[in-house]
């Protein structure tokens, strides 16, 4: 029993960031119609910077742990969404009236050149930090095995709750919002009724982009390293994760992520580690076939 619950609490952190790089992956897809598959290594670049951030904040002296992370997030959003702006203009808006293979390799065209980048700039090597937030609470003890929950994995949750709440609000209740449904409907008769069409694109990758920094800034303190390469993995596992809950919508998103995190956790708690990535797609091969839609999405109806 102890060691399922402890299980549990890791697959839903593991879950949660996820969930968060998966938000991204489909408020792109809602308002275009198209994948970025840049957005992992989007991911990626968050976490160097958050390093690179956390580094300089420790030879300044800056010790307190709550206004060391509040600066390095509101660092790296400022940064990673230029980084996601700059995508939508170089790898989407030139190609957005071409057939939708070109935007595709456009952006993996742009993920691979931001994964060579980051290797070029920052080296091949992992980049570590100080431990942050060590320890937590000792939920209980069962048969030997004692629960933990650790202050980063509390600050993971917490952080992506208030983050979906506040999306679902921007989506479904902002005038932004209503920009962005009536971009995915018709951009054309999005325009001709005043709104700028491009802006709104173009916002939407900035804010995707600003969800993957949040999830490279937590993923950064939780685990104390990163490297070029985590970005491609992360980005597979949050796409996943976006089309088994169904790509376009955000509760989707966040579902999709927590189920595959869960997947990951049990499997190699209690089966072989090396064949967890293996579930997790046999789970989405299920869940396509018997609902191609995903989870929670609908099926799309083409008006003739």
């Known amino acids: ?9 890791n697959g839903l952190t593991l879950g949660a960031v996820y969930g968060l790089i998966a938000l991204g992956y489909t408020m792109v897809y809602g308002i275009i119609g198209m994948i970025n598959f840049a957005h992992g290594d989007i991911y990626m670049v968050a976490a160097i910077i958050a390093v690179t951030v956390l580094t300089l904040l ?3 002296g800056i010790s307190a742990v709550p206004l060391a992370i509040l ?6 959003i400022f940064f990673t969404a230029i980084y996601g702006w700059s995508v939508e203009r170089v790898a989407y808006r030139p190609l957005r009236k071409a057939s939708r293979l070109a935007p595709l390799i456009s952006a993996i065209g742009m993920s691979i050149f931001l994964q060579n980048m980051v290797q070029l700039t920052q080296g091949a090597r992992v980049k570590p930090i100080h431990a942050m937030m060590p320890g937590g609470f000792e939920l209980f003890t069962h048969d030997g095995f004692s629960v933990h929950l650790a202050y980063t994995q509390i600050m993971i949750i917490s952080v992506t709750i208030i983050l979906l709440a506040v999306f679902s609000y921007l989506i479904t209740r902002t005038s932004f919002g209503r920009q962005q449904r009536a971009c995915e409907q018709d951009q054309t008769m999005t325009a001709l009724l005043g709104i700028n069409v491009d802006r709104t694109i173009s916002y939407t990758f900035m804010l995707g982009a600003a969800l993957a920094a949040v999830a490279g800034v937590m993923v950064t303190v939780y685990y104390g390293v990163v490297d070029f390469s985590i970005g491609f993995v992360a980005g597979i596992k949050a796409f996943t994760a976006a089309v088994l809950g169904g790509i376009g919508s955000l509760p989707g998103a966040m579902l999709g992520g927590l189920i595959i995190g869960m997947i990951e956790s049990f499997w190699s708690a209690y089966l072989s580690p090396e064949y967890k990535d293996v579930a997790t797609f046999g789970i989405l091969i299920l869940v396509l076939m018997f609902r191609p839609s995903g989870l929670l999405g609908r099926p799309e109806v083409e008006k003739v």
């Open 1 to 9: 029993m102890g060691q399922f619950i402890q299980q549990l609490i």
């Open 58 to 60: 420790g030879a300044l």
């Open 71 to 76: 600066i390095t997030l509101a660092v790296v």
